[in-house]
C-alpha cells in the first residue's frame, strides 16, 4: 500500500509523541521534529507507510538516546490487559460460536488504546461496546473453511496490551482445529508494536511458538523480514494479520491472508471500503 499525504500528519503525531516519551527536553523534541520533515519533504508517495515510520522512529531513537520510548507504556498495557485475560476467556468459552467471539474481540482490543490513565471499568465497557456492533466486513464463513483446510496458520501480531486477547482467539483456534499456529512479533522495539520481550512477558510464548520477523518496521515489510520469517510467510496455509501496520505491508501480497483490526483512519477506510472506527475481517481475496 502506497502512503497518502494524509499520512503525513500521523507521522509527524508519532515523532512529538515518542519525542516525548523518550526526554522532557522540549528543545530535543523540536530537533526531532526538525529532523522529521526533512525526511518527509523528501519522501516518495511510492513507499508503504510503515517504511516511512521506520525512517521516522530510527531518527526520533538516534536524537533522543532512547531506544524503545515506549518501554514503559508498553508494560502498563500489557499489565493491564493481564487483569482482564481471566474473566473475558471465560465470557468468550459460553456464548454459542467462541471462534467468532474471540475474532471480534481481538479487533476490539485493536480498537482501543491501552493508554496509562485509563480505567479498567472504562476498557471493559468500551471493549463490549465494540464487540456488540460486530464486524463491518465479515468474511468469517470463508475464515473458517479456509481454517478447516489448513494444517498451519502464521499470526502477525501487532500491539502490547491486545496480545493478550489474541492469546484467547489462538486458545479458541487449538480448541477446534489441529493446527501449527506461529505468532510474530517485530524484530526490535517501534511505537508500542509487540516484540519477543513482550510475547513472553504475557505467556504468548508459553501457548506458541513465537518467531521474530527481524525487522523493526511497525509492519511486515517483506524485503526487511528475516529468510526464516518470509520462509514461513511464503508457506503457511493461513496467514491472520492483526492492525493497520500489517495491512499496509501486505495488503496487496497473493497469499492466503485475512487481515483483522480497527479501521483507524481516513486512508484505511478507503482503501478497505469501510468507515473510522468499524472492526473488520477481511480476506486479500476481497480488497479490490
Known sequence: ??????????????????????????????????????????????????????????????????????????????????????????QISDVSNPLKAALVLSAAGNSIDLAPDDQFPNIYERCFEIMSRGFAWDDYDVFYEKLAQSNSILFLGDNAGEIVWDKILIEELLNLFDLDIMYAVRGLPI????????????????????????????????????????????????????????????????RPIFFLLNVKCPVIAQDTRCDIGDIILKSQENLN
Open 1 to 90: 500500500m502506497n502512503t497518502n499525504l494524509d499520512c503525513f500528519p500521523c507521522f509527524l503525531r508519532q515523532a512529538l509523541e515518542a519525542s516525548r516519551m523518550a526526554t522532557e527536553d522540549e528543545s530535543t523534541h523540536r530537533r526531532v521534529l526538525d529532523s522529521v520533515l526533512l525526511i518527509l519533504s523528501d519522501i516518495s508517495l511510492q513507499t508503504a507507510p510503515p517504511e516511512i515510520a521506520l525512517l521516522v522512529h530510527r531518527r526520533v531513537k538516534a536524537i533522543t538516546g532512547n531506544p524503545d520510548p515506549y518501554k514503559e507504556a508498553k508494560r502498563r498495557q500489557n499489565d493491564l490487559a493481564l487483569q482482564y485475560e481471566r474473566s473475558l476467556s471465560a
Open 191 to 254: 511505537l508500542n508494536d509487540v516484540t519477543m520481550e513482550d510475547a513472553e512477558y504475557v505467556g504468548m510464548a508459553k501457548l506458541v511458538k513465537v518467531i521474530s520477523n527481524g525487522s523493526e518496521a511497525p509492519g511486515t515489510l517483506l524485503n526487511r523480514c528475516s529468510e526464516e520469517f518470509v520462509s514461513r510467510f511464503r508457506k503457511s496455509d493461513l496467514i491472520l494479520s492483526k492492525g493497520q501496520g500489517n495491512y499496509e505491508s501486505i495488503s496487496r501480497e497473493n
